[in-house]
């Protein structure tokens, strides 16, 4: 084993630290924290741990996996505004935003901490350091990130109160029985699937509110102009899974007897965000339709 020692003055996670010292992404870090790789003053210790005063890190290079000491570099960021207070950006598709229990890849906040080390401390969870809302990792589109804790607070607000407007464009499969319609679904996450579902309040569905107005008509698919009020975990998705139409490409929300078309991701882009900054100012930010969405667009068959 080798041993490394540091003088730590302020707490810093275990996973940060030695990812810094092997110069390997922080989610491989925790994977071989994980596998015991890793000992903290010879106990295991977990990639959350607060290392402080002299510690003494101990790790053997030769025994992690390769896959491990790969160097993920993160994704540059595709930037739509950026002033003192926040950073939009239009993320793309296969990209998750934060870490969870079980992610071992790199994220869209690793992006955004090469790109600005200093937002690092904005927020209240290091894993979603900026982030005051979020995407899901298979979609793609517009999103805001706080570059200080005033405007964390003045953003997060903002989503809380839903004083924001979303707006997606999202092709489903099948043809939408109405042109216009509001979804007032409550859902939540279901004990048997692994993804959200209707269900009324009276057993644990939260409110969840979507609108959609269908803007062309495939032979077998839909085109939608999609706007939610509540932002629930995959509500779009779930509430089109509850009508019987799902997203296209989505292979979570799939349905018997329909198979998923292989598009490599999901059919939903968040084009517009509109928002209040911290300065005042109500700003609309707009990321046009990925090249990806464009040619299946162009593929399906529209009669």
């Known amino acids: 084993m080798k041993n490394l020692a540091y003088k730590i003055e302020t707490p810093e996670r275990l996973d940060q630290v030695v990812a810094k010292a092997l110069q390997i992404s922080r989610s491989k870090v925790q994977k071989a924290i994980k596998a015991k790789q890793i000992l903290v003053n010879g106990k295991v210790e977990t990639p959350h741990f607060k290392l402080q005063g002299t510690e003494i890190l101990a790790f053997d290079p030769t025994s992690f996996d390769d896959k491990v000491m790969s160097i993920d570099k993160p994704l540059p960021l595709d930037i739509i505004y950026e002033n003192d207070d926040v950073l939009v950006i239009n993320k793309p598709a296969n990209l998750l935003v934060h870490e969870t229990e079980s992610s071992t890849e790199t994220t869209l906040v690793d992006s955004i901490l090469a790109y600005n080390k200093k937002i690092a401390k904005v927020g209240n969870d290091p894993k979603r350091a900026g982030i005051v809302h979020r995407l899901d990792k298979d979609a793609s589109g517009v999103m805001i990130v706080a570059k200080n804790n005033n405007a964390f607070d003045h953003l997060k607000r903002q989503f809380m109160e839903r004083k924001t407007t ?104 968040a084009r517009e965000l509109t928002i209040t900054l911290p300065n005042g100012e109500e700003k609309i930010f707009t990321a046009p339709l990925p090249e990806d969405l464009q040619l299946v667009l162009a593929e399906i068959p529209k009669s």
């Open 166 to 269: 979303k707006r997606y464009t999202v092709m489903v499969m099948g043809q939408m029985e109405k042109d216009h319609q509001t979804i007032m679904m409550p859902i939540s996450r279901s004990k048997t699937h692994g993804r959200m579902a209707a269900k009324p309040a009276s057993q644990g569905g939260k409110e969840a509110i979507t609108h959609y107005d269908v803007v062309e008509r495939f032979r077998h698919h839909s085109l939608l102009d999609v706007t939610i009020e509540t932002g629930r975990t995959h509500q779009i998705r779930a509430h089109m899974f509850a009508l019987a139409h799902p997203v296209v490409g989505d292979r979570l929300y799939r349905m018997k007897g329909i198979k998923p078309r292989p598009i490599g991701r999901i059919f939903l882009h």
